[in-house]
């Protein structure tokens, strides 16, 4: 029903699921995520929290729980999620990924960096815009050497960007002398 675009059946059936067996943290989950989709935060909230009660550490319901709070700028929850993930699976670059980004939100850029640090050295290809993130934070801090490295190994993985003139400039003019 999913894979047809009938969420309203999809969710009944998984409702049905749910309903036979309350234990079923995957299809707790499952829930969720096609709460979230037909923009029902708040039974998305209850069936994430459901699996997560039942799975402490099931990785998709701890991403998505904690994208659900990002997305509605609750970033303390966000980060409380995250950190949960983090903890949960160590080796989860959309973990520290998303926990880094939460902590930017809110303000927190010194805990920021190391996430997103993290979260480039775990998956370095899949997570190259992350130094466009960090660059920017680092351009914002008036720290422009640093941002100039960050550009620079942005445009190691990125080599085709678009804006490769423009990061080039800046590199540059503000990178080591």
């Known amino acids: ?14 409702q049905e699921v749910v309903a036979a067996d309350p234990n079923d943290f995957i299809a707790w989950s499952g829930l969720g995520t096609l709460y979230r989709s037909e ?6 909230e209850k069936a994430y929290n459901r699996a997560l009660e039942l799975k402490p550490d099931l990785m998709t319901a701890l991403l998505n729980l904690g994208k659900l709070h990002l ?20 080796t989860s670059a959309d973990a520290f990924h998303f926990l880094g980004e939460s902590y930017l939100q809110a303000k927190l850029g010194s805990k920021a960096v190391p996430a997103l640090n993290e979260a480039i050295r775990l998956a370095p290809a899949e997570k190259a815009e992350l130094h466009l993130r960090l660059a920017a934070l680092y ?29 080039e400039a800046y590199i540059k003019d503000n990178g080591p002398k």
């Open 1 to 14: 029903a999913a894979a047809s675009k009938n969420m309203a059946e999809a969710i009944k059936l998984m």
């Open 39 to 44: 923009s029902k935060t708040s039974d998305a």
């Open 71 to 90: 997305s509605a700028k609750a970033y303390d929850k966000a980060i409380a999620v995250f950190e949960k993930a983090a903890a949960a699976d160590p």
């Open 139 to 167: 351009d914002a801090a008036g720290l422009k050497d640093r941002a100039a490295a960050e550009y620079k190994a942005f445009l190691i993985k990125r080599p085709d960007h678009p804006d490769k003139k423009k990061l």
